[in-house]
């Protein structure tokens, strides 16, 4: 009896223990570990890219680090194409991704996201010479369209009727594609238009918005509620010290957690 009881007491201790292990919160691990991973494409202007010195920087690695900051640790940033930028999340090669990520009901299948910290809408981009009407769905049909592989815009370009949709691995290759007429349009950010015209030298210009706003957010795997409890508290300090809106207006001349009024 004494040997069964000890038995039974054992396999209770280490149940126990393993329900401790499984109800850690991704907020304690990053506590303990010091830094926030951090995962952006490193190639997506302003949000993130490497300046002339190879530096990461933009708008998105800015508020990581502040993020990291108001929760007391380092941020730790690693770069990956989009298209597969998911699915180190889900295999926890990194704690959130800080890339423009439209919260979508699919998405929030797999992922946990933070509150809102971006308002935008999908924007078409066209040639600096364009001279055709490519405003409305029905205009694209039988148009070629680019956009992100993976991205909620290749999504919407699908559903155009008639579109002839071409996926690439980021933003820089379907914009040299369509400054050089391989494609008719593309789909990006409405936030990109400003920092193409100012920065770039492609032969590209904003077009007419598309579809509907987008709010984006940060994702992190599910089932970590401390850990979401202290990111949003994070972005709501920010926003009311005023360092959300100094990073914002640096990169876009305007508080991009607010909706326009008008477009």
Do not use: H
């Not at 401790?20 to 890219?49: H, M, W």
């Not at 290759?173 to 030298?201: F, H």
């Not at 300090?237 to 640096?250: F, N, Q, V």
């Amino acid at each position: 009896m004494k040997t069964v009881f000890t038995s039974l007491l054992t396999a209770v201790l280490l149940g126990a223990t393993a329900a401790g292990v499984q109800a850690a919160d991704l907020l304690d691990e990053v506590k303990a570990r010091g830094t926030l991973r951090i995962a952006c494409e490193g190639s997506y202007p302003p949000f993130n890219f490497k300046d002339e010195k190879g530096q990461l920087t933009g708008f998105d690695v800015e508020i990581g680090r502040a993020i990291a900051a108001k929760l007391g640790v380092k941020a730790e940033f690693s770069t990956t194409e989009w298209s597969g930028i998911l699915a180190g999340l889900q295999a926890g090669k990194y704690d959130v991704i800080i890339n423009q990520v439209a919260a979508t009901d699919k998405r929030r299948e797999t992922f946990d996201f933070s509150g809102p910290y971006v308002i935008s809408y999908p924007q078409l981009i066209i040639r600096a010479n364009e001279t055709r009407k490519l405003e409305q769905e029905a205009d694209l049909k039988g148009k070629k369209i680019g956009v992100g592989q993976g991205s909620n815009y290749a999504e919407l370009a699908k559903s155009i009727d008639g579109a002839e949709v071409r996926t690439y691995p980021g933003a820089p290759e379907y914009l040299q594609d369509l400054a050089t007429g391989r494609i008719d349009v593309a789909i990006n950010d409405s936030l990109l238009i400003p920092y193409l015209r100012e920065k770039t030298k492609l032969a590209v210009k904003a077009g007419a918005p598309i579809g509907k706003p987008d709010s984006n957010a940060i994702p992190f795997r599910k089932g970590n509620p401390k850990f979401k409890q202290a990111i949003d508290k994070a972005l709501e300090e920010m926003k009311a010290d005023g360092s959300y809106g100094k990073i914002s207006t640096r990169w876009f001349e305007r508080d991009v957690s607010k909706p326009l009024a008008a477009r």
